[in-house]
C-alpha cells in the first residue's frame, strides 16, 4: 500500500470530510423529539446510501427510527478487492 497516496488523498478530501462531520453534529437531535430523531435518520441514511450501501430505515414508535447499513463486499468494479475504497 502506498501510504502517501493514501494521505494525500484524505487530505485532498479533508474540507468535504469536515463539511460532513459538521452536517452530522450540528444536527439537532433532542432526546424524545421523534420528528427531529427521524430526520435525522433520513439524513444519515441518504449519505449512506451516496456511499454505496443498502439502507433500511427500521420503524420506532416512541422514538426516532433506526438505520441499519450494509456494504456489499465484492468489488463494485474490475478491481482487486484490497484496492477498493473502505465508503
Excluded: C, W
Excluded at 61 to 77: C, I, K, L, W, Y
Amino acid at each position: 500500500m502506498d501510504y502517501q497516496k493514501l494521505l494525500a488523498y484524505f487530505q485532498a478530501k479533508q474540507p468535504e470530510m469536515l463539511d460532513v462531520i459538521k452536517l452530522l453534529v450540528t444536527h439537532e437531535t433532542p432526546s424524545g423529539d421523534k420528528p427531529r430523531l427521524d430526520a435525522f435518520a433520513a439524513l444519515l441514511a441518504e449519505r449512506l446510501r451516496d456511499a454505496g450501501a443498502q439502507v433500511e430505515l427500521i420503524p420506532n414508535e416512541s422514538t426516532g427510527m433506526h438505520v441499519r447499513a450494509t456494504f456489499d463486499n465484492q468489488p463494485a468494479d474490475n478491481r482487486p478487492a484490497d484496492t477498493r475504497p473502505a465508503l
